[in-house]
């Protein structure tokens, strides 16, 4: 497994591997891995010649400084998993300055309007945040193809979006979210909450379950009451938002529309820790 903190001694590395006939996989993280990260290596091990695994934890994607800070740092540990999965594996671990420069700051970029919902709006240029760096990245390694999570399903549309936009060749892959034993949606956040509250949040994906069951013979408008009404019954959970959408635009469903995919959202605190889920309706 080889190592680099200098994007330029990774370019250099990746300009002696690329011919005609090689396939560049990324898998772009900020650490904390888990089972859900790895499943993306994986993945891009198994469709590419040579897989770059990246490490960093973005500063200008959090709107909250608190979060940023108790953010997990654990780069020996995600080494070790990394090696465990493949030793051929090349992992870049830049820091900010590496990346940004003097500039550690968001470009400004036109997704239209799906930036501005969800997570969006409670999250202040979260998304700039995002595809900022991965737009770095992706500069950088110009991968064939890149992986991401479907935990972060709106993350997904918009790094899509930001192909679309600036029309590199790049193949974004999304994959399934990977769950716990007991259904809640694996993130790096779940290791903040008390072993009671982690085997409790499994009622956020047993509600969705129960979601897509009446969303066959309910309104948009019926389900979104119900899950709230159940989130109201828990004192535990704190539901920031639920919402039923258009699977590809994000917009609001007014009427349901044959040959349309819906997927419903979530967002949900468990003792003061933010976690978010989502679920295909259709």
């Not at 499994?202 to 709230?228: D, H, P, Q």
Request: aromatic fraction near 8%.
């Amino acid at each position: 497994m080889l190592l680099f903190s200098s994007k330029k001694e990774l370019i250099a590395h990746l300009a002696t591997l690329k011919n005609t006939s090689t396939t560049v996989g990324l898998v772009p993280t900020m650490g904390a891995l888990h089972k859900g990260h790895l499943s993306l290596i994986k993945k891009a091990i198994s469709e590419t010649k040579v897989v770059v695994v990246s490490i960093f934890v973005n500063p200008t994607q959090f709107d909250n400084q608190d979060d940023l800070k108790k953010y997990p740092d654990t780069l020996d540990a995600d080494l070790a998993s990394l090696k465990n999965v493949s030793e051929e594996l090349i992992v870049f671990t830049p820091s900010a300055i590496e990346l940004y420069s003097n500039n550690i700051s968001s470009k400004e970029y036109d997704f239209d309007g799906l930036d501005k919902t969800m997570e969006g709006k409670y999250r202040s240029n979260h998304f700039l945040g995002v595809a900022t760096v991965v737009e770095k990245l992706f500069s950088i390694v110009q991968p064939n193809k890149a992986y991401f999570g479907e935990k972060d399903f709106q993350q997904l549309l918009i790094i899509k979006k930001l192909i679309e936009n600036t029309n590199m060749p790049i193949e974004i892959i999304g994959c399934p979210i990977v769950r716990e034993p007991h259904g809640l949606a694996m993130s790096s956040r779940n290791e903040r909450l008390p072993k009671d509250l982690r085997i409790k949040a499994s009622f956020i994906y047993e509600t969705l379950l129960a979601a897509k069951e009446i969303f066959g013979t309910k309104s948009a408008t019926n389900v979104m009451n119900w899950v709230k009404n159940k989130f109201g019954k828990q004192p535990e959970f704190d539901l920031e938002y639920v919402k039923i959408t258009d699977q590809e635009t994000l917009n609001p469903i007014k009427r349901k529309q044959k040959n349309t995919k819906y997927r419903a959202f979530i967002a949900v605190y468990v003792d003061g820790v933010r976690l978010i889920d989502n679920i295909a309706l259709n």
